[in-house]
């Protein structure tokens, strides 16, 4: 596609439950990257994809998020057991490839309410 | 200390005027710098990145890098309201330690009035 793509847009969701959000890179794009955006908070970086490898994980806030990526492409973030501090805009972003000078490309994010 | 600081704001400036919009950092491993405009709702969006020290010009921004001093700004030329947004100052993390995900500040409210 053009863009990164994201779904669903928005998702609301009793808390306990668990959601799964989805990610579609940009078209040729082996690096993707998760972040979440809480209100008044900047972007916190969770976690990246090479390829379908992670090597770094090192934002993830719990055991309660994961994430996988197949494929090399379309990437989901699990949320287990959703609690009301996870509500917040979950974005993703791809570049060509990992790499200091690569600018990641955010897709319009989910937002995520969780009651 | 954060690592990427901003001036939350908001900056007001008169339309036709000149925005300017500062990021410090604290990882001096930090090799790659990048700006994000994002309006309210939206996701951020790129407008320029710099890796070497000086300035870097595209149309009506230019970027300006010191490392020693570890400092990066933004400059907007002959402003419009419809710059009017919140801008993110990112960072990439010191790739021998963690990879090449981005540290954001929280970013600067820019409300440019007509």
Redesign the interface.
Known sequence: GAGVSQSPSNKVTEKGKDVELRCDPISGHT?L?W?RQSLG?????LI?FQGNSA??K??LPSDRFSAERTGGSVSTLTIQRTQQEDSAVY?CAS?LR????????????TRLSIL | QKE?EQNSGPLSVPEGAIASLNCTYSDRGS??F?W?RQYSG?????IM?I?SNGDKEDGRFTAQLNKASQYVSLLIRDSQPSDSATY?C?V??N?NL??????????TSLLVTP
């Open positions: 690096a990257y972040y908070q900047g972007l916190e970086f990246y090597p770094d090192s934002g974005l570049s990992a790499g200091g000078t690569q600018p990641q490309h955010f897709g319009d994010g | 990427v090799q790659s990048f994000y939206k996701s951020p969006e790129l990145f890796y993110l990112a990439n993390k790739p963690s990879g090449y995900a981005l540290n954001f500040g929280k970013g």
